[in-house]
């Protein structure tokens, strides 16, 4: 039996599930992914599109696809903003957003992509002090 993971985004109007393992799971610190996320790396999984169903919402998706990039796109909810999954231009992939899943995935990312476009102010693996 195929194990599967939830997600949703902020508000719960998208619902949607991910077959596991995935394809992929990395965080991007391109400058296009700083900027669609707002933080200093994206962390993403990919999975094929066998691998993925929406539960609910798909109808409350907004997409942008970056027309000046060969590549790059980002979907949210459109109520809440909140990044959602997105196929890739080609259709041979779903990029998921990590933060959007509801549960554990049961591994980490395994990769920094594009680490020489990181945010100069990112430090990877610093002392900062935890809050809680």
């Known amino acids: 039996m195929t194990e599967t993971i939830?997600?949703?985004?902020?508000?719960?109007?998208?619902?949607?599930?991910?077959s596991l393992p995935f394809e992929h799971f990395y965080h991007c610190h391109c400058s296009r992914c700083r900027k669609a996320t707002g933080a200093a790396h994206a962390t993403n999984a990919i999975v094929k599109p066998a691998a993925f169903h929406w539960i609910k919402g798909e109808e409350c998706l907004s997409h942008f696809e970056l027309p000046t990039a060969r590549s790059f796109g980002?979907?949210?909810?459109r109520h809440c903003g909140a990044p959602m999954p997105h196929f890739t231009r080609s259709g041979r992939e779903v990029i998921i957003p990590a933060g959007a899943f509801d549960a554990d995935p049961m591994c980490k990312p395994d990769r920094h992509m594009q680490w020489a476009s990181r945010a100069p102010?990112?430090?990877?693996?610093?002392?900062?002090?935890i809050e809680n």
């Open 6 to 18: 939830q997600g949703s985004c902020l508000c719960g109007a998208i619902v949607f599930a991910v």
């Open 74 to 77: 980002t979907a949210f909810c």
């Open 121 to 129: 102010w990112y430090e990877h693996g610093n002392d900062l002090p």
